[in-house]
């Protein structure tokens, strides 16, 4: 009870990812990569709930670049579209990952 909890942010992470045998991912891709927003009461949270996530979905996470909180996005110039912002909503209301893109990588 006497610990004071940080609040929750949405973080926008760049999620790099390698094969793995039913992943998903297209016939012939190499790779591929997802864009998320995934809440957390800090950058390192939301990190580390992603992989756990994507993992346990069957994915093969390697690397995660974060661009920050929307607050970050904003101040830094980048435009946020309305389905960018409501995805976002939901990630915080629901305390979740979310999937906003996944594209795949091809030799």
């Given at each position: 009870m006497?610990?004071?909890?940080t609040?929750?942010?949405?973080?926008?992470l760049?999620?790099?990812?390698?094969?793995?045998?039913g992943?998903?991912?297209?016939?012939?891709?190499?790779?591929?990569?997802?864009?998320?927003?995934?809440s957390?009461r800090?950058?390192a949270?939301?990190?580390?709930?992603?992989v756990?996530?994507?993992?346990?979905?069957?994915?093969?996470?390697?690397?995660?670049?974060?661009?920050?909180?929307?607050a970050?996005r904003?101040?830094?110039?980048?435009?946020?579209?309305?389905?960018?912002?409501?995805?976002?909503?939901?990630?915080?209301?629901?305390?979740?990952?979310?999937?906003?893109?996944?594209?795949p990588?091809?030799?």
């Open positions: 006497g610990q004071k909890d609040e929750p942010q949405v973080y926008t760049l999620v790099e990812l390698g094969r793995k045998e992943d998903g991912l297209p016939e012939g891709a190499t790779g591929g990569a997802m864009m998320v927003y995934a957390g800090d950058e949270e939301a990190v580390r709930e992603t756990a996530i994507l993992k346990e979905a069957g994915l093969n996470p390697l690397e995660v670049s974060s661009y920050g909180t929307m970050d904003l101040a830094e110039g980048h435009e946020l579209t309305e389905r960018d912002r409501e995805l976002m909503r939901r990630a915080l209301e629901d305390n979740a990952v979310i999937v906003a893109e996944t594209t990588f091809y030799d």
